[in-house]
C-alpha cells in the first residue's frame, strides 16, 4: 500500500508568512527574528511609528527628547541548520497529523522566512543514523529539497541513540554556523545528553522546538482496554487507560521538567508545541519574543 504524507505544506507557509507580515514590519524583519552574531551596533536613528517599540533605546531618547531606535549594521548573512528527528518515534499521533507530519509544516515555514531575509539554511536530518547533510544555502532549490526531504515517508523510520547522534552532529559543524534549530519530541532525553547540548549552547545561538502528541503526556479518560500499535512495526499492545493513567502522566510530566531544566541550563530556547493545536501563532510571537529579549 503506498504511504501518504498529511501534511499541507504550501498553505501553511503562506499562512504563516502573513502573520509574520502582521506582526513584524517588513523592513525590520531581519533585525527582530535573528538579531544574531552578524549585527554590531551602528548608532541611532528616528523611531517610526510602524516599527516593533523594542528597537526604541529609552536612555538615548530620553536624552534627545525624541524617540530614538538602535540601529545595526548587518555584516553578512546568517548561516542557520536544521537538526530534525525523522525516527520512527515521531510517527505517532492521535489528532489529524502524525507528530513528523506537524514538524514538517513547522519546519517548511521557518526556514521559508529564513530565505525571505535573504539568510541561508542547511539541515541535518537523522532516524536511525544522520541520512541527510546539507551545508547552508539560499534560494528556492534548497527549500524545494528540503520540503521533499521533509515530506518523504520512507525517511521515516528506525530508532535511534541519541548521545551518539549528537556527538556525530558536533563533527560536522564549524563555527561558521549562527544558529542551531533542534526540532523532535524530546521523549529520550536525558541527563546523559546535557553535556552535548550545553556544548552547542554555548557556541550557537539555539532552538528546541519540542513537538508532542497529547497522548505523550495525557491518557484518554475511558474506563476499558485499547490498543496501542506501532504504526512502523505493527506491535500492538493491550491497556487500561484508566488503570495506568497516573503513573504515566507523572512520568510525562517528569520528562517535561526534566527537558525544560536541560535547556534552560545549555542556553538553548525552547518553544513547546502540541499537535492538537496551531503552531503558527505559537511559533511567530515565540520569534518575536526572543528577538525583544535580545534587542532590550
Known amino acids: 500500500m503506498e504511504k501518504k504524507f498529511n501534511a499541507d505544506i504550501y498553505k501553511s507557509i503562506f499562512e504563516f508568512e502573513n502573520l509574520i507580515n502582521e506582526i513584524i514590519p517588513r523592513r525590520l524583519l531581519y533585525r527582530v527574528i535573528f538579531r544574531g552574531r552578524g549585527l554590531d551596533f551602528d548608532g541611532y536613528r528616528k523611531y517610526y511609528t510602524d516599527e516593533d517599540s523594542s528597537v526604541i533605546d ?40 502524525l507528530k513528523c507530519e506537524y514538524a514538517a509544516e513547522v ?27 546539507s551545508l547552508p544555502s539560499s534560494g528556492k532549490k534548497q527549500h524545494d529539497n528540503f520540503v521533499f526531504e521533509l515530506i ?26 549562527d544558529m542551531l534549530v533542534f526540532i523532535s519530541d524530546f521523549l529520550k532525553l536525558g ?3 546535557f553535556d552535548k ?9 539555539s532552538i ?29 499492545i493491550l491497556i487500561n487507560p484508566s488503570v495506568v493513567r ?5 512520568h ?25 493545536e496551531d503552531y503558527k501563532q505559537k511559533l511567530a510571537y515565540f520569534l518575536k519574543r526572543r528577538a525583544e529579549k535580545r534587542l532590550a
Open 197 to 205: 547540548f550545553n556544548y552547542f549552547g554555548s557556541l550557537y545561538e
Open 208 to 236: 528546541a522546538i519540542s513537538i508532542k502528541d497529547p497522548l505523550d503526556v495525557v491518557l484518554p479518560e475511558i474506563n476499558k482496554e485499547i490498543i496501542i500499535q506501532d504504526s512502523n512495526t505493527g506491535e500492538k
Open 191 to 193: 541527563k546523559e545528553h
Open 246 to 250: 497516573k503513573v504515566y502522566e507523572k
Open 107 to 133: 519546519a517548511a515555514s521557518f526556514s521559508h522566512i529564513l530565505n525571505r531575509t535573504g539568510d541561508k539554511f542547511g539541515f541535518i536530518l537523522f532516524n536511525k543514523d544522520i541520512f541527510t547533510f
Open 58 to 97: 529609552w536612555k538615548a531618547s530620553l536624552r534627545n527628547n525624541s524617540l530614538l531606535a538602535r540601529q545595526y549594521i548587518e555584516e553578512r548573512d546568517l548561516r542557520v541548520i536544521f537538526i530534525i528527528d525523522m525516527s520512527e518515534n515521531m510517527v505517532f499521533g492521535s489528532q489529524e497529523k
Open 152 to 177: 518523504n515517508p520512507d525517511n521515516y523510520k528506525g530508532n535511534y541513540y541519541l548521545s551518539h547522534i549528537l556527538e556525530k552532529i558536533t563533527t560536522i559543524i564549524d563555527s561558521s554556523i
Open 252 to 276: 510525562a510530566l517528569e520528562q517535561i521538567h526534566e527537558m525544560r531544566d536541560m535547556f534552560q541550563k545549555s542556553n538553548i530556547d525552547i518553544l513547546e508545541l502540541y499537535t492538537d
